[in-house]
């Protein structure tokens, strides 16, 4: 990863280690970002690890000589993020609720993964060559691209419920809600049939940091003390860093021409 990659890093690492900062405080989960079952035992122990993990990961991601080995614990714990949402998918596919879940932890593991494929360090013979190097970050982008079909088809099928997170200060918040979501899914048709892939990341990683900014910082302000505002907007941070991830990973068209390869 060279040096320009670096900032995405950073703000990637410091969105896990927040997300962490916030499951020590709470001693739970991220809500129903990370549906664990509350029948599950020992489950507070099991949200203590993850926030660990998460701070820990975070934090050996900001260096050199620890970050092979963040990216190693961060990538297997967000793939089982991931598998967290799937059952409530299988219960109820109609319901694109589900599938906004799937696609928004899609996008954080997306991240991770570009990650992952960059800095793992794996020797050339590991049984996990296909995620690292150029083919897993090529992967990771797809996986990214899929991923942003459902977040942006949610803001179609659920246009009063996102018109209501719309600023009010902002006219015709209707209209925002569906060109936002428009705009989210040709971010992932851009990336996926490489239509100016470097451009539509970009543009859906500013779209995901502007939502950050603009409805849960001003969340936060309004209610400090609120959990669930402080989860969303940490939530929000660290799925735009994975955006940003992904899109620091895409080769300009220059760079491309110059090297023959994305």
């Known amino acids: 990863m060279d040096h320009t990659q670096q900032p995405t890093r950073i703000l990637f690492a410091t969105g896990m280690i927040a997300l962490g900062i916030l499951g020590l405080a709470f ?23 993850s926030a660990i993990i998460m701070l820990a990961g ?22 089982l993020w991931l598998l967290l ?15 906004l879940g799937l696609g928004e932890i899609a996008v954080l ?28 970050t090529r992967t990771a982008r797809y996986l990214f691209a899929i991923a942003l079909l459902p977040i942006g088809l949610a803001h179609l099928v659920y246009p009063t419920e996102t018109a209501a997170l719309v600023p009010a200060w902002l006219p015709a918040r209707t209209g925002w809600a569906y060109l936002t979501g428009a705009g989210q899914m040709a971010a992932g048709l851009g990336v996926l049939f ?40 940490l939530i929000t941070w660290a799925i735009a860093a994975a955006a940003w991830v992904v899109a620091g990973s895409i080769a300009s068209p ?9």
């Not at 001693?27 to 507070?44: E, M, T």
């Not at 975070?58 to 793939?79: D, E, H, N, Q």
């Not at 299988?90 to 609720?97: H, I, L, T, Y």
């Not at 603009?214 to 003390?225: E, G, N, S, Y």
């Open 109 to 136: 593991l997306a991240g991770g993964w570009v990650l992952f494929a960059r800095l793992a360090d794996l020797p050339e013979d590991t049984a996990l060559e296909f995620a690292v190097g150029p083919s897993g």
């Open 27 to 49: 001693g739970d989960f991220a809500l129903q970002w990370q549906p664990v079952p509350a029948w599950l035992p020992l489950r507070g122990a099991f949200a203590y690890a």
């Open 194 to 233: 490489s239509i100016l892939p470097r451009l539509a990341a970009a543009a859906e990683a500013t779209m995901l940091t502007l939502f950050g900014l603009l409805v849960w910082v001003p969340a936060v302000v309004a209610k400090p003390t609120d959990r669930f505002s402080w989860t969303a907007l």
């Open 58 to 79: 975070g934090i050996g991601l900001l260096f050199k000589r620890t970050a092979a080995m963040s990216v190693r614990i961060l990538f297997p714990y967000l793939i």
């Open 85 to 99: 949402k799937v059952p409530a998918v299988v219960v109820a596919p109609q319901m694109e609720a589900t599938w």
């Open 254 to 262: 220059a760079h491309q021409s110059s090297t023959g390869r994305a």
